[in-house]
């Protein structure tokens, strides 16, 4: 399945230098406001370890992990709702994400420039948010005043989406997140339809200096208060690191870079696995000597549907699927030990596919 992720904050915080490391693209990253203009799109690599562990024992032709879209969307200014800094055109962007990456400056620089003249982390967020939520209330205004006609000839439904919206516009106007809101099984789909923006999933990215990406600072201790009631993420990043992590040629010379700042591994890898986590989201392996190649499904999706991910028709004609589980092929070392130990299971349209499986789909057309 596609994912999609747009990295939003104001200008000048940081986001291309954290999307070129993302993507080792080359998106341009200047100290000026509205650097970037038109999005910037890369397609990342997820991160495992466990991708690697199957292909060093299989030694397959090829080796094709999953992946992540990452779209650079331009800085966001206030009044960006209304037009300001072309902020309408950057907001219809964001609007296509699945989750959304907030970046926001938590360092001290004179030298960088800053949009609002001083670092300020909360007013920062704010601002974004406030962006975010006025263009969720005019959705949300429109889907309104189209129900209210609606119900005028005694719709019942269209009553019923009316008081859903009002509550959740009382909701948003009093600063929150839509995400936030408490919705029953029925407002979920009604919502869903909306596409609202503060609906997305969000993890805020503290953009530090060296110093305080291990244990954070008092900016990111101020970000911690604010998001606490927002069912949302955190993770503390400094893109300056980052940048020179990206720029090492071999994995060693990263690794020795890392163990002198007492990191375990780069701050993308913690941030991409972080957006799966989001998300619910999970993976599985195909596993053979033309290709070992790791597939993305949602949580609690049951063998047929884990299918279709790899060909609508492996779920059309599913049989069965062979599974051995990710713990099991690294002990034992091969498919065929596996089945020798009873440990290759096999599963019917049921079986609901666990994180790390190692599958192979029967099939008939």
Known sequence: MALKCGIVGLPNVGKSTLFNCLSKAKAQSENFP?????????????????????????????????????VDIAGLVKGA????????KFLANIRETNALIHVIRCFDDENIIHVDGSVDPIRDKETIDMELQIKDLETLEIFKDKNIKIAKSGNKQAQKN?????????????????????LDEDDISLISLMNLITMKPVIYVCNVDETSVIDGNSYVKQIEDAIKDENAQLLIIATAIEAEIAELDTLDEQLLFLEELGLKEPGVNHLINSTYRLLSLQTYFTAGEKEVRA?????????????????TDFEKGFIRAEVISYDNFIYYGSEQLCRDNGKLAIEGKDYIVNDGDIMHFRFNV
């Not at 991708?51 to 999953?66: E, F, G, R, V």
């Not at 009316?162 to 408490?182: K, M, Q, W, Y």
């Open 295 to 311: 597939w993305t499904i949602i949580k609690g999706t049951k063998a047929p549907k884990a299918a279709a991910v790899i060909h």
């Open 34 to 70: 509205f650097c970037t203009i038109e999005p910037n799109i890369g397609i990342i690599s997820v991160p495992d370890i466990r991708l690697d562990n199957i292909s060093k024992l299989i030694k397959p032709q090829k080796i094709i992990p999953t992946t992540v879209e990452i």
């Open 162 to 182: 009316i008081t859903c919206v009002e509550n959740l516009i009382d909701h948003i106007e009093n600063g929150n997140p839509a995400r936030s809101f408490e």
């Open 81 to 88: 709702s209304k037009g300001e800094g072309l902020g309408n």
